[in-house]
């Protein structure tokens, strides 16, 4: 499984770069504001990488949105892992929100 390298979000376009385990050890994934760039760690289980890329894209919305820190983590927590099962649960949905 495949990353794409990179995420247009409002009116910047973020990279994304899977990288190996022992230059983040702390973290499965991480998002820096400042250079617009999502980081997966590459050696992990694809549903795993699959729900820290979603966890790390809503991290960058919510820092686009200027989410207040203190309420960015547990808001991530909390949406990221439904919302991943929501869109695996039903797989046609994205064509209906995409109107494909
Ligand atoms: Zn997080």
Redesign the pocket.
């Known amino acids: 499984m495949k990353l794409p390298k990179s995420v247009k979000l409002g009116c910047f376009e973020y990279e994304v770069k899977e990288d190996k385990d022992e230059n983040m050890p702390e973290f499965l994934?991480d998002?820096n504001p400042y250079i617009k760039r999502i980081r997966v760690r590459k050696n992990m289980e694809d549903q795993v990488k699959r729900e820290t890329f979603l966890?790390?894209l809503l991290?960058a919305c919510c820092d686009e949105a200027r989410l207040p820190p203190e309420m960015?983590?547990k808001f991530?927590?909390v949406v990221s892992p439904r919302l991943f099962e929501l869109l695996q649960r039903n797989p046609k949905l994205i064509n209906v929100l995409l109107d494909k």
């Open positions: 994934g998002m966890h790390e991290h960015e983590e991530v927590s």
